[in-house]
């Protein structure tokens, strides 16, 4: 027995549900939450256990840069499985697993067309159109466009972070040659990217850091000359010089830059009334940009940039069958990856190039 959670399509537009990082506030007891990077990659722990996975029409992505702020486009459901389990879906689904299926093409010509405007220069659009060629095959092509500007200012730059902007193309072509066959192939790219994570400080509370250090940040900053007061640079402080929407963060870079490219074919056949074979096979390519101001100042006391490449493709097989209370699955499934990551860190370079005085610091230590 497991707990699964099924969202139609229909109840993700009433309930507002737009992005992957929404569905917290819909699903009791899962947390969609930032990962070692921040917002640019995702966890999402259920019932406190880990490992929970993300699969897009059945395809494992096992990279999770941007996944958080992906849009949910001409889906037609997200399920829920809630762990604790290790059966259905591997050992790497021990918390559970989230699935996102796309709607398949329909058997009539149409399209569906949707726009929407809002606040902080909001423009979404996203369009779906079925073309069927006679019985078979179905086609079905989704564009979106989907761009928000950024709601966090920076006093330092000028520009507003906190940016989403997401181009979404999704091809989809299903041939059913008899009643037995059904063969699916989706091609999907996904662009997203962001001016920045919106980040700022929150409070500068008195404390000792680690040895031989005995200062924190804010400590050594003014130690060295530099004013860092809760006045100075905490958000609506009352009295100080930011409002509750501003900070000082001063990268002027794009945090956030993914690509993603998936194929994926999905046969299934039915070899006889009571025993059904699906082919499963998904190849992914994912680039992906990640730029974190962790101290939301506009000094670089840590800064990190990293780039990662994700290759992978895999081959699942199942077999299944039943009759009467007896049912019966059997699986093989082959995985192939290759990761390239380069990451840089820029940490104190103020008190590395002389602008603030090291000594100084040294000398209340």
Partial sequence: ???????????????????????????????????????????????????????????????TAGLLHKSIVDVDRVEVLRGPQGTLYGRDSTGGALR???????????????????????????????????????????????????????????????SIDNNVFRGDIVWTPTELLDVRFIYERNKLSSNGQPRLIEAILP?????????????????????????????GYPGGALGEWQTRMDSQLDATDVDHTQYTVDLNYRVT?????????????????????????????????????????????????????????AGLYFWSNEALTRFFRFAYTEFKNGTFDFAAVQAVC
């Fill in 207 to 235: 404390g000792a850091a680690t040895s031989p250090i005995r200062l924190n940040v804010a400590e050594q900053l003014n130690a060295a000359g530099y004013a860092f007061t809760n006045e100075t640079h905490v958000s």
């Fill in 273 to 329: 009334d009571a025993i059904a074979l699906q082919s499963l096979t998904g190849v992914r390519r994912q680039y992906a940009k990640d730029f974190t101001d962790w101290d939301a100042t506009e000094t670089d006391m840590i800064e990190d940039d990293r780039r990662f490449l994700d290759r992978d493709w895999s081959q699942e097989f199942q077999l299944s069958g039943g009759r009467n209370r007896f049912h019966w699955v």
């Fill in 1 to 63: 027995p497991v707990s699964v959670v099924s969202l139609p399509a229909e109840q993700l537009e009433l309930r507002g549900l737009e992005r992957i990082e929404h569905l917290s506030a819909a699903v009791p007891n899962v947390s969609l939450i930032g990962g070692p990077f921040g917002v640019n990659q995702s966890s999402s722990p259920m019932r406190a256990f880990p490992r929970v996975p993300t699969f897009v029409d059945g395809i494992w992505q096992s990279a």
């Fill in 100 to 162: 996102i299926v796309t709607r398949r093409p329909a058997d009539e010509l149409g399209a569906t067309l949707s726009a929407t405007v809002g606040d902080f220069d909001r423009r979404d659009v996203q369009m779906a159109v079925d073309v069927p060629i006679g019985a078979t095959p179905r086609r079905k092509w989704t564009p979106a466009d989907l761009y928000r500007d950024g709601y966090l200012e920076s006093v330092t730059s000028g520009i507003r972070v906190g």
